[in-house]
């Protein structure tokens, strides 16, 4: 049997008992602190935010035989230094990743030339958003990244290749009783859902 699908999210971690999440297919994840620390062990990538939980529960949703690794690089609120993105790219790999879901990024290019060396030496497939509102974002924008766009007329099942890049719903997996538009959204699960897309074999890599 072909080994499984091997998908890291970078971002707030991973809550194991969310009843969207498939705890099973949870591999050992780490956090990065904005220096570049890794911090390993128990409830390293355990999700206080809620982010990378929905990112991850979305994914899954497409790719439930997929296993994650969560890196958690935001901590105390949905930002994290450049450095700390590099790394968990350079991790990810190294810890075996096939694609890296990045549902985040910058949009000063002053940062631009990094994560292109950091692209260039991924032995994963990334996946990232091309921009952010009307702002170019990195390492979204890098050659070799698949890029991502907004698309809300999109159903969450389908993508469209279109001008580089893959146009995807913003809407996460739905929470039952809750309204979509109450709900987190944005190009971060456009992202996601591309991700999943890719990994179940439903688009080209």
Known sequence: MPEPMRIAVIDSGVQPSHPHIVADRLLPGVAVLADGTVVEGSGASEDRLGHGTAVTAAIQEKAPDALILPIRVFHDGLRASPRAL?????????????????????????????????????????????????????????????AVELDWDMPREEARFADGAWHASGHPRPIPG????????????????????????????
């Open 86 to 146: 590099i790394v968990a790219i350079d991790r990810a790999a190294a810890m075996g990743a096939n694609l890296i879901n990045l549902s985040l990024g910058t949009t000063n290019p002053a940062h631009a030339a990094h994560f292109a060396a950091a692209v260039a030496r991924c032995s994963a497939q990334i996946v990232a958003p091309r921009r952010v509102g009307e702002d170019a974002c990195w390492p979204g924008c890098v050659e070799g990244v698949v």
């Open 178 to 205: 809750v309204p979509q538009r109450r709900n987190l959204h944005g190009v971060s699960f456009a992202t996601a859902n591309v991700c999943g897309l890719m990994a179940a074999g439903l688009l080209p890599g």
